[in-house]
């Protein structure tokens, strides 16, 4: 075994009970138990289908296209048995590629959630199963902030391996650019180091390809002083709804579009296009402000000024901390977009993701008002939403989009059309398949007005974090990368046991499933 005990002793271990036939007759429900029972360490654990536990362990956010999950074990042993395996850390990974894992072994990560501050308190180390507020909390307690997603339930490794989002990456880069060193299992069951100066290709293909390579068991992090920041700990927004009229969307993104060279590093904008009922019978344009500062703040005052120009239907906004920052965009743990599971069972979300470099507003025109007569002309789907996420990207823009596989780094705007909807029956756990196929059909008819649109104005990309999988191999990578990509997958995983999140195909035949 050359997984070492250290990380074997923490992995949390559960187990359903395998379909018949599908694995070798030794596996049975005992035969399971009797023969990992003996190879776990202290605290981990199996869990057999049916048994207390079993639900919240594999439950995800979303229920489109999830994977089937069957035991957890280490790699050694699921290779050894031609087993597919998959790590699960927040549970909100939505890609179709998921679908192709089949009564595999679950590897919990959410064992891995501890976390220390260097001595010198620039980096921490991070267990590789932290969700984002575990991090969050534990720094903002000492004084320290780091750039992670928004939303406090997603897993922070798969954020990072996929480059990632967050709200600082405008003072500090993306989350994937604050990684200093990773441990990572790797295919062969090897743990190695990856960063600048060992495996520096991997570390590099960590970075914006990530799931495609191994097992993260923890993270060296860059971290920053909360007063670094020239807001310090407040922070303040503004939400403003508009009817999304044709012409609404040309001038609120209009706008949007002006200020993507004034916005400070601290600022995010970020839109909804959907129905809410308690506002408007109609759709409407949700749109948000949010930064670091107080309200008061004179650059922040004259950027929201142009927005309440356009006579919103209603305003509210906020001040308060960074930690409030999640519930005002209603992505805290308690709110309901990360409980989607617990409010609506059976949710299935698919976002048809399309990053650009700036705005082409008739494609953008278009594609919303397609999105709206889509989304209204079946009942099911009147939950979806379309998002418009304009982070600030300063520093994200100084780093060179060749020192990592991230494909993104010179988009400004990610824009997302999702389709909501009843994806599973929740009395007969049956799928509802027709929806399904008209939500994929209906996303990507959204989805090619924008792309077209994007060549006209510097080209787009797919974020692997939100693909729905029907994305080319270079939307989700780049052009640029994916030869490089297809190398290392060579070297690092020949067997392409990596294959289930965003896979890149290697020139070997798969052992994992790399086809959609
Ligand atoms: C409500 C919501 C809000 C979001 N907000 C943001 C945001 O603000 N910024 C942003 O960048 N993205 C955001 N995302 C996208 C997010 O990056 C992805 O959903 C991501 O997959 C979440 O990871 P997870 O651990 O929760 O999911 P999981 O399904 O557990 O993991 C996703 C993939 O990563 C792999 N993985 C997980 N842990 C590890 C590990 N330790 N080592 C190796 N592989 C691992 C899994 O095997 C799987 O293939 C958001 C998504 C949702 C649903
Ligand atoms: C595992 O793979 C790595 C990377 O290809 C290689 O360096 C190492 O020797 C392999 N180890 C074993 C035990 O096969």
């Known amino acids: 075994m050359i997984v070492t005990r250290a990380i074997r002793c ?23 138990v009797n023969e990992l029972g003996s190879r776990l360490s202290e605290g981990a654990g199996i869990v057999l289908k049916g048994e207390d536990g079993f639900k919240e362990k594999t439950e995800r956010w979303q229920s489109w296209k999830s994977p089937d999950v069957a035991a957890v074990v280490d790699i050694r042993y699921a ?17 179709s590629s998921l679908v192709k894992f089949k009564n595999g072994i679950q590897i919990n990560m959410r064992g891995l959630n501890s976390i220390s501050i260097a001595k010198d308190g620039s980096s921490a180390t991070l267990g590789g199963g932290m969700k984002g507020k575990e991090i969050i909390d534990f720094l903002w307690a000492r004084e320290k902030q780091t750039v992670t997603g928004v939303c406090e339930c997603t897993g922070h490794t798969a954020v990072v391996l996929g480059g990632g989002h967050g709200l600082l990456q405008g003072f ?7 990684l200093l060193s990773a441990r990572i299992v790797i295919a062969n069951s090897t743990a190695l180091t990856a960063s600048p100066t060992e495996n520096s290709d991997l570390f590099w293909a960590l970075r914006g390809a990530g799931h495609n390579f191994g097992i993260v068991t923890s993270l060296q992090y860059k971290i920053y002083d909360i007063d670094g920041h020239p807001g310090g700990k407040t922070w303040s927004y503004k939400a403003l709804a508009f009817p ?15 200020q993507l060279d004034k916005q400070p590093e601290g600022m995010m904008q970020y839109s909804l296009v959907m129905t809410n009922p308690q506002v408007s019978p109609d ?22 000024k142009a927005y309440h120009e356009l006579k919103p239907l209603g305003a509210t906004q906020e001040t308060g901390t960074y930690l409030d920052v999640a519930r005002w965009m209603q992505v805290d743990a308690d709110g309901t977009v990360c409980n989607t599971q617990k409010m609506l069972p059976g949710a ?21 008002e397609k999105f709206i007569k889509l989304t209204k002309s079946v009942a099911e789907f009147s939950g979806s939403f379309m998002m418009v996420e304009q982070y600030s990207t300063h520093t994200v823009r100084d780093i060179a989009a060749k020192d990592s596989a991230f494909a993104s780094r010179d988009a400004r705007v990610l824009i997302s059309p999702a389709f909501f909807y009843p994806s599973v029956v929740v009395e007969s756990g049956e799928r509802n398949k027709a929806l399904d196929k008209m939500a994929l059909q209906y996303g990507q008819e959204i989805r090619k007005i924008l792309v077209e649109g994007a060549k006209k104005s510097g080209g787009s990309h797919a974020y692997v974090n939100y693909a729905f999988g029907g994305e080319s191999e270079k939307e989700l990578y780049g052009r640029d990368k994916i030869e490089k990509l297809r190398m290392l997958k060579r070297v690092y995983d020949p067997e392409n046991r990596f294959g289930f999140y965003g896979p890149i195909k290697s020139a070997k035949k798969s052992k994992g499933h790399n086809e959609l």
């Open 348 to 368: 299935g979300v698919i976002r048809f993701p399309v990053d650009v470099k700036t705005y082409h507003l008739d494609a953008l025109v278009a594609s919303i």
């Open 172 to 178: 500090h880069g993306l989350p994937s650019d604050q």
């Open 79 to 95: 290779n050894a048995n031609n087993i597919p395996f998959l790590a699960k850390s927040g549970g909100h990974g939505a890609i």
């Open 10 to 32: 923490s992995l949390l271990v559960w187990c359903a009970r395998p379909v018949a036939g599908a694995w070798d007759a030794r596996y049975t429900e005992t035969g399971i």
């Open 283 to 304: 759709p409407i344009i949700l749109h948000h402000v949010v930064w670091n500062g107080p309200l008061t703040s004179p650059l922040a005052t004259r950027l929201t």
């Open 244 to 258: 999304a009229t044709p012409e609404n969307v040309r001038k609120v993104y209009s706008i949007a579009e002006s």
